[in-house]
Nanobody, 114 residues
């Protein structure tokens, strides 16, 4: 059974930082493209960042220069380092694994507020 479990969300003040983790099980992790998406209340789910099996990365314009995606194949985990957080970054953040199949985690809430 494939599982993607996100962690690291929480409440942070504007300008602060958080590091999200997504631990995968039930798949051979290293070939998968891994991504982070987010969904604010009442909005559609949007792309945030992804990283390929070759560690090529892509970012949404809204997070470029502030967020960094990385992966540790030995731990079957993908990370999202989020710096200089803004209130508009508030959302549920989801992890996605894509190869021949497509898997999603349950999400972790990130709230940026003073």
């Amino acid at each position: 059974q494939v599982q993607l479990v996100e962690s690291g969300g929480g409440l942070v003040q504007p300008g602060g930082s958080l590091r999200l983790s997504c631990a995968a099980s039930g798949i051979s992790f290293s070939p998968y493209n891994m991504g982070w998406y987010r969904q604010a209340t009442g909005k559609q789910r949007d792309f945030v960042a992804d990283i390929t099996r070759d560690t090529n990365t892509n970012y949404a314009d809204a997070v470029k220069g502030r967020f960094t995606i990385s992966r540790d194949n030995a731990k079957s985990t993908v990370y999202l380092q989020m710096n200089s957080l803004k209130p508009e970054d508030t959302a549920v953040y989801f992890c996605r694994a894509t190869l021949f199949s497509d898997y999603w985690g349950q999400g972790t809430q990130v709230t940026v507020s003073s």
